[in-house]
Structures are given as structure tokens and as C-alpha cells.
């Protein structure tokens, strides 16, 4: 996968998305991609457990299974001012290597396959845009797909939650 990397890099600009496959979600009018060997499982939206004075962004924490699992709204990381609770409303647990997250969104369509022919860069925005955890773009038929770079719009959760282990697991890291 590095030798495939390397050669859409230098094909398609600065993207560092690769070819494979993706989930694709809807938060409000945009759709955006993380590639699916991040994605452990989507559940439906439940209430978390407040945490106190944790972000905006946070909503709480959930017991996964005997894990504590930080919920991270991503409509409010993203920017978006209307976090509005469906029937479609959506938890996408990801396994962030070091940690277990769940993000909020408005809704899941579908795993796409991506060809090196249908990724391109992220464009390169001034101002108050910030496309650091934007790794591409991908064109999916009539579909404009903003592929994340989910580590880096994230990486602030591991701190998130190693303040929020259980002793048993605070005791096996």
C-alpha cells in the first residue's frame, strides 16, 4: 500500500488518501469519507454520560462492551452550527490505534471503492479554512466526497480518553 501511495501522491498532488474502500456520511448538506479500516462499528445515537467540563464537541462517554468510549459530536468539530438528533443520526466507533472513539453524524449512506483516478487533492484554502484533516477529494459519480484525515481532526481525543479509563484499563496500558 506504501508503493500505491507514493505513486497517487506524486499523480494527484499533495492528497495522501489512497485507494480502497470508504464509508461515506452525510453531516448536514456535505459528504465526507474515512477510510473503513478505521471503522470498528455504527450504531444507532444513544445518550452518553456527561462528562464535566468537557468541549462543546464532547458530548459524553458510553460503556462499549466494558470500554469507555469518548463520544465526539463531528458536526460540532467540523463547524457545523446545526447538530439536530434524527432517526438517522448515527455513532461511528473508530479504532484509532491508541484509542477508541465514537463520532456523531447526521447519517450513513454506504462503503464506496475509490480508483486512483477518482482522488484529487484538497485545495489549498486561505484564511480561517483549515484543510489539515482534509487528505482529498473524491468524485463518486455525481457525489463530491471530502475524504478525512480522521487522526489528525481527532488527535486531540487521546487525551479525551486516557483522562477517562477505567482503573482496570488505565492498569493494563
Do not use: C, W
Not at 485545495?123 to 468524485?139: F, K, M
Request: aromatic share 4%; net charge negative; glycine share 8%.
Amino acid at each position: 500500500m506504501r508503493g500505491l501511495d507514493s505513486g497517487l501522491n506524486a499523480a494527484v498532488g499533495k492528497s495522501s488518501s489512497s485507494a480502497g474502500q470508504y464509508l461515506s456520511f452525510h453531516i448536514g448538506a456535505e459528504e465526507f469519507g474515512i477510510d473503513i479500516l478505521s471503522v470498528q462499528e455504527i450504531r444507532s445515537y444513544e445518550q452518553p454520560t456527561r462528562m464535566p467540563r468537557a468541549g462543546d464537541d464532547v458530548l459524553g462517554v458510553v460503556n462499549l462492551r466494558g470500554v469507555i468510549v469518548p463520544i465526539i459530536d463531528l458536526r460540532i468539530r467540523l463547524g457545523n452550527a446545526q447538530a439536530v438528533f434524527t432517526t438517522s443520526t448515527v455513532v461511528i466507533v473508530l479504532d484509532l490505534r491508541t484509542h477508541v472513539v465514537g463520532v456523531v453524524v447526521d447519517a450513513v449512506n454506504d462503503v464506496v471503492s475509490l480508483t486512483q483516478e477518482m482522488l484529487r487533492p484538497a485545495p489549498s484554502l486561505s484564511g480561517p479554512v483549515d484543510t489539515a484533516y482534509i487528505n482529498g477529494l473524491a468524485q463518486v459519480e455525481e457525489r463530491m466526497l471530502m475524504l478525512l484525515d480522521i487522526h489528525t481532526l481527532l488527535r486531540d481525543t487521546s487525551t479525551v480518553a486516557a483522562e477517562i479509563r477505567t482503573p482496570a484499563e488505565a492498569s493494563v496500558a
